[in-house]
């Protein structure tokens, strides 16, 4: 397999967050959810459906269950991953904001 690439901020943020580059993989790999985000970025998430597929988190095992309330904003020109969030999932969505 090989290593997702992290700019330097998402990098940071996954060490903040305690965030594996093993979870990142599993999120790229198998996340059903792809949302829009600026400046051509892509925000990548599971929805409950997807996590609740039995299949699915056989596969997954213990990432599973953290995969769940992650979400990655993804680079739409070079496939870097831009930074590493934890999606609480309010009613209103969270506004993915453009880099300073």
Same mark, same amino acid.
């Given at each position: 397999?090989?290593?997702?690439?992290?700019?330097?901020?998402?990098?940071?943020?996954?060490?903040?967050?305690?965030?594996?580059?093993?979870?990142?993989?599993?999120?790229?790999?198998?996340?059903? @959810?792809?949302?829009?985000?600026?400046?051509?970025?892509?925000?990548?998430?599971?929805?409950?459906?997807?996590?609740?597929?039995?299949?699915?988190?056989?596969?997954?095992?213990?990432?599973?269950?953290? @995969?769940?309330?992650?979400?990655?904003? @993804?680079?739409?020109?070079?496939?870097?991953?831009?930074?590493?969030?934890?999606?609480?999932?309010?009613?209103?969505?969270?506004?993915?904001?453009?880099?300073?």
């Amino acid at each position: 397999m090989t290593q997702t690439r992290l700019t330097r901020h998402a990098a940071v943020r996954a060490n903040q967050r305690g965030v594996s580059h093993e979870t990142i993989n599993a999120v790229i790999a198998w996340a059903d @959810v792809e949302l829009p985000a600026r400046d051509g970025c892509t925000v990548l998430r599971f929805s409950r459906e997807r996590l609740g597929d039995r299949d699915l988190r056989a596969t997954l095992g213990p990432l599973a269950d953290r @995969v769940g309330s992650l979400a990655l904003v @993804v680079a739409g020109d070079t496939g870097q991953v831009v930074t590493v969030l934890h999606d609480h999932g309010r009613p209103h969505g969270r506004r993915y904001r453009r880099a300073a």
